[in-house]
């Protein structure tokens, strides 16, 4: 049994690796949405060869080599971006084995790494890449000051080096009530800012020290501290700091405290978004908006006041946005971003725009604008393709590439 | 309050009521006819019928009086027309399984608790009622959770504006507020004692609780005529009985495959009437199932997980029940599934296989029928409540929304109506009760109250 077994397994892996070696794929589209300037091409293909994107146009004009694979849907897109999710650490189970999303032992740990708690392997990763989802900026979830560092990872392979585009891609602060319990968390809003202040003034002193070790061989570099260097990091630009916040006041701490302290700040969630637009459009601060669906609670939750238009008032305000599925505690365990960015399209946000919202302004915001998000030459050849309009109830994912490879070609 | 509540919602219309009965000294002709009103000119699809293409229905008070195609109808002399050509008009949506309304009866001292009513719990003011309206629901069952092996009675009610949950609630004959009974197994009431902690023990405890209903009922049938002997009367044994003899149908949460087989071999023992709510394995035993007669309410969730019973869900499971022969409803769950997109289960299990009829039954006559409604509610059919539904284009579009919602022949939601849009959309108030925004806290404007 155990010969059968790893003969499996030793064939499961060439053709795995087989794949993955070619990375070509040709796929046809009767409509293909390059989010390239709004463009979209009719009875085309991209051709995608060695993983990256080798040629899109019109079919006729371009030659398939005939040992190629092909694809065809009627609509192709590129494989879709999740803004902010915490997938591969909330695992299907729900059990305590299987949800590495936040750590109780202290109220602001920068210093945690989504690398190590990531599962490729987790069920939902495979649910969420049958919907088109081809990367995920994903890691710890914000019911703690600051919870960790969030990564970008592609969804293919088994393990989480299989995927890596990021290993760090922001911190993740939070601001929202999820945050105000537990042992050593603040109890109040101000308590919570002034949390967050003193940790940011303590890595300035250690930035200051390390960069003066750096400029001055005589100033001893300070002790190595693994959630100060985070820290100093956010503050020295090298990563930005993602701050979540969804009462309108939280938000506005948010901006007071990059203000401050000179931080790149991503805002996630921000439920009344919709009450500061000009602030935020001002503050040309990228907003990584909660799902559409997020459940708005009781009156005493701060989401209470969430609007599905939300995604719609950001657009027309000018504030640069993306679509996450974020975090759920029970039932879905994880959203599906194609059924969130339906919501937004419902309630007004223009077709193409909801596109963006979920595959190029989602790469801008996370930093990869170069490499994902788009349909074009150069690029990584991550596409999603659909029998009908993406977002349309009825229709269906019907095909995923990553890298080139054919990652499902299941219909959903 | 009520009345200010719908008073002071109204008042457009009802300043233009009061300025005509100014303007005239005598009623207006045709005054005693404004209750009768026509929808015109909408795509109507009535369920127990073919859809009609630039259809007419109906309503006179609280009751549809005719439908039909344009020409075969006549409306009549005085009758409101409200021009709907471009809409699609449909019944009011049933949910069958609702948490609206803080319904939380059962407390912690029992696993088994049928005397107690979630009628005796409901906030008929929770705002959560007015966005399901926004949702196109006029009709739901509301229960309690699945804590418990039997949470108590659940109470079915029609979703209108009221301050009251007696102005909400459906009634039995004899004017008893008219609900099922709330079941559950699997893991959810596995706790600590006095709770179950295993799958057997939860089995077991319910059917001593039905044996001793029956020896309830064999004293009370041997007293016969004679006072003297008859036992003291006693609420839980009371609310069983009415289990037994079917008065009230037992709407049970189960979501593993073995569960689901309990919950039927339970029903056959003891002769109870049975809906099962959730069914996340129910794809695995569909024949069973539709062997058995049972009735199932499908949560349409959007992915697999977060508990360990339902780590087999599959959006399949409704076109496979369908298949199978079974009748399916469909329910929000809500706080799980959000009432205002209530609409999107049946999309979303067309989307998986299910037809396109069966889904939209599902959301509303096969649901009526499952609360022993179907003769009322569920359909646009001559006699039934005008519960009514008007959407902008096909239900089963992401891109449709639902614009008016009438229940007994008023509209409670319209989406071009201010405060009826928060609700809908969300926004400063969408948490808020109705009555809230008549007074001086402003509804969304920047108002510090939510």
Redesign the interface.
């Given at each position: 049994m155990k010969t059968l077994t790893t003969a499996l397994a030793a064939l499961a892996l060439s053709i795995a690796s087989a794949q993955d070696l070619t990375g070509d794929v040709a796929v046809y589209g009767d409509r293909i949405h390059t989010m390239v300037g709004g463009e979209v091409i009719t009875d085309g293909v991209v051709v995608i060869r060695g993983g990256k994107i080798q040629a899109v146009g019109p079919a006729v004009g371009i030659s398939i080599p005939d040992d190629m694979p092909t694809m065809r849907a009627a609509i192709v897109v590129p494989g879709l971006i999740d803004a902010r999710s915490t997938l591969g650490l909330t695992?299907?189970?729900?059990?305590p084995g299987d949800q590495d999303h936040l750590d109780p032992s202290g109220a602001i740990q920068p210093e945690l790494r989504a690398i190590d708690a990531y599962n490729a392997r987790d069920?939902?990763v495979d649910?969420a890449r049958g919907y088109g989802v081809t990367t995920v900026h994903t890691g710890p979830s914000s019911g703690a000051l600051v919870s960790g560092q969030t990564m970008v990872v592609k969804l293919k392979g088994t393990s989480v080096e299989d995927g890596l585009v990021v290993e760090r891609a922001m911190v993740a602060a939070s601001l929202a009530d999820a945050v105000r319990s537990g042992d050593g968390a603040p109890g109040t809003r101000a308590k919570s800012v002034s949390m967050l202040r003193a940790a940011l003034t303590d890595a300035q002193g250690y930035l200051a020290k390390r960069r003066a070790a750096v400029d001055d061989d005589e100033q001893d570099a300070p002790e190595p501290d693994l959630g100060k260097d985070t820290l100093a990091d956010v503050l020295a630009g090298d990563v930005p700091l993602l701050v979540t916040a969804h009462r309108h006041q939280d938000i506005a701490s948010a901006l007071r405290l990059a203000e401050e302290f000179g931080f790149r700040l991503v805002l996630d969630g921000c439920a009344?978004a919709?009450?500061m637009l000009d602030e935020l459009a001002a503050a040309g601060v990228p907003v990584i908006a909660h799902p559409p669906?997020m459940?708005?609670?009781?009156?005493?939750?701060d989401r209470?006041?969430?609007?599905?238009?939300l995604p719609r008032l950001l657009d027309q305000a000018g504030v640069p946005f993306a679509i996450q599925t974020g975090y759920?505690g029970?039932?879905?365990?994880?959203?599906?971003l194609l059924?969130e960015a339906?919501?937004a399209?419902?309630?007004g946000l223009p077709f193409e725009r909801t596109l963006a919202a979920v595959t190029i302004d989602a790469a801008t915001i996370l930093g990869l604008e170069d490499r994902l998000g788009s349909i074009e030459a150069g690029k990584d050849g991550d596409l999603a393709l659909f029998d009908g309009d993406p977002?349309?109830?009825?229709?269906?994912c019907v095909g995923v590439v990553i890298d080139g490879t054919i990652a499902s070609d299941e219909v959903r | 309050m009520s009345n200010v509540v719908s008073l002071c919602r109204r008042l457009p219309r009802l300043a233009v009521a009061l300025l005509a009965a100014l303007t005239f000294a005598t009623p207006p002709v045709g005054a005693q006819q404004t209750a009768v009103t026509a929808f015109v000119g909408a795509y109507v699809i009535p369920i127990d019928g073919d859809p009609i293409d630039d259809g007419v229905v109906v309503i006179d008070g609280s009751k549809i009086v005719a439908v039909g195609a344009r020409g075969d109808i006549s409306v009549p002399d005085g009758a409101t027309i409200h021009d709907l050509r471009g809409k699609v008009l449909m019944p009011g949506l049933i949910c069958t399984h609702s948490h609206i309304g803080e319904p939380w009866a059962a407390d912690s001292s029992d696993p088994i608790q049928p005397d107690v009513r979630t009628f005796d719990a409901i906030n008929a003011r929770d705002?959560a009622i007015q966005r399901a309206q926004a949702g196109g629901i006029t009709t739901a069952n509301i229960m309690s959770g699945s804590g418990h092996l039997m949470s108590g009675q659940t109470t079915y009610v029609k979703l209108r504006d009221a301050g009251s949950i007696d102005e909400l609630v459906y009634r039995f004959e004899d004017g008893r507020p008219m609900g099922g009974m709330k079941m559950a197994n699997g893991t959810n009431p596995q706790r600590a004692k006095p709770f179950p902690g295993t799958r057997g023990k939860s089995a077991a405890l319910v059917r001593a609780a039905f044996v001793r209903a029956q020896n309830y009922k064999r004293k009370i049938d041997a007293a016969g005529d004679d006072a003297s002997k008859m036992p003291d009367r006693d609420l839980i044994q009371e609310a069983l009985l009415e289990v037994l003899d079917g008065t009230r149908v037992v709407h049970h949460h189960t979501h593993r495959h073995d569960d689901i087989l309990t919950v039927l071999r339970l029903s056959k023992e003891f002769g109870f009437r049975v809906v099962l709510h959730h069914v996340s394995d129910g794809w695995m035993v569909a024949d069973e199932i539709a062997a058995a007669g049972a009735s199932v309410s499908v949560i349409q969730?959007?992915?697999?997980?977060?508990?360990?019973e339902?780590?087999n869900l599959s959006p399949k499971t409704g076109a496979i029940l369908e298949k199978a022969g079974v009748k399916v409803a469909f329910h929000t769950d809500d706080?799980?599934n959000?009432s205002r997109?209530f609409l999107?289960s049946a999309?979303?299990a067309?989307?998986d296989g299910m037809s396109r009829d069966g889904a939209l039954r599902a959301m509303t006559l096969s649901g009526a029928e499952m609360l022993d409604l179907g003769d009322r509610i569920g359909s646009i059919t001559v006699g039934k409540d005008a519960d009514l539904v008007v959407l902008s284009g096909d239900p089963?579009?992401?891109?449709s929304?639902i614009e008016e919602t009438w229940i007994d022949g008023e509209r409670v939601f319209e989406l071009t109506n201010a405060d009826d849009r928060i609700y809908a959309?969300?926004?400063?108030?969408?948490?808020?009760a109705r009555f809230f925004t008549l007074c001086c806290f402003g509804n969304g404007t920047?108002s510090t109250t939510?």
């Open positions: 695992g299907l189970l729900n059990q069920a939902l649910w009344e919709h009450l669906m459940r708005i609670g009781s009156m005493t939750s209470s006041a969430a609007t599905f238009e759920e029970y039932v879905p365990k994880v959203r599906v059924f339906a919501i399209a419902r309630y977002f349309e109830y009825t229709s269906h | 705002a969730i959007d992915s697999p997980g977060g508990k360990l339902a780590v706080p799980i959000d997109l999107r999309a979303l067309v989307r089963l579009s992401v891109y929304l959309l969300g926004g400063v108030g969408a948490t808020n920047g939510r």
